[in-house]
């Protein structure tokens, strides 16, 4: 019994270990919903503080609201659409949200935080939202959560993966 636990503890540990970095709550969600998204932050860029996270959202997310935080100053960067798009409540929109920056902290290595949006999440199903993160630290210091899985490997292979949704049928 008592070895049982302790295989299934170190089976367990393994895989949270190496995905420790900047991840997204939920994994998984109804593509086209309206989505509560956080990007979870549980470490900073070796022991230095987290001081800067900054989201990248991809073409065709044209709902996207942060939610403010208390210690940190809000930045949001948009680009124009090619043409009107209709966003929440069908109201016309000719600009999409292209990333936003939380300036604040320090959070100290040793603490966790979440950093909120909203989202529509793309109508997709079967399909991921990746959302590419850049941490930025004291000192200076920065880590880029960019990369992709390329066919056949796992994000957990990855060194720096970047935060993902899969995107499930409604
Ligand atoms: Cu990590």
């Given at each position: 019994?008592?070895?049982?636990?302790?295989?299934?503890?170190?089976?367990?540990?393994?895989?949270?270990?190496a995905?420790?970095?900047?991840?997204?709550?939920?994994?998984?969600?109804?593509?086209?919903?309206?989505?509560?998204?956080?990007?979870?932050?549980?470490?900073?860029?070796?022991?230095?503080?987290?001081?800067?996270?900054?989201?990248?959202?991809?073409?065709?997310?044209?709902?996207?609201?942060?939610?403010?935080?208390?210690?940190?100053?809000?930045?949001?960067?948009?680009?124009?659409?090619?043409?009107?798009?209709?966003?929440?409540?069908?109201?016309?929109?000719?600009?999409?949200?292209?990333?936003?920056?939380?300036?604040?902290?320090?959070?100290?290595?040793?603490?966790?935080?979440?950093?909120?949006?909203?989202?529509?999440?793309?109508?997709?199903?079967g399909?991921?939202?990746?959302?590419?993160?850049?941490?930025?630290?004291?000192?200076?210091?920065?880590?880029?959560?960019?990369?992709?899985?390329?066919?056949?490997?796992?994000?957990e292979?990855?060194?720096?993966?970047?935060?993902?949704?899969?995107?499930?049928?409604?």
């Open positions: 019994m008592r070895l049982a636990i302790a295989a299934l503890a170190a089976g367990l540990l393994g895989p949270l270990a995905a420790a970095h900047v991840t997204v709550d939920p994994a998984a969600a109804p593509a086209g919903d309206f989505q509560r998204v956080a990007l979870r932050v549980l470490h900073g860029c070796g022991s230095a503080a987290t001081t800067r996270i900054a989201v990248e959202l991809p073409q065709g997310v044209y709902t996207a609201k942060p939610m403010p935080k208390p210690g940190w100053t809000l930045r949001i960067e948009r680009r124009a659409l090619p043409h009107a798009m209709h966003g929440m409540h069908g109201h016309e929109t000719e600009a999409e949200i292209a990333r936003i920056t939380w300036d604040g902290g320090p959070l100290p290595d040793e603490q966790y935080d979440e950093f909120v949006l909203l989202l529509q999440l793309p109508n997709e199903p399909g991921t939202l990746t959302l590419p993160v850049t941490q930025g630290c004291a000192g200076g210091q920065a880590e880029a959560w960019v990369e992709r899985p390329a066919a056949g490997q796992q994000a292979d990855l060194a720096r993966p970047a935060p993902f949704i899969r995107l499930t049928p409604r």
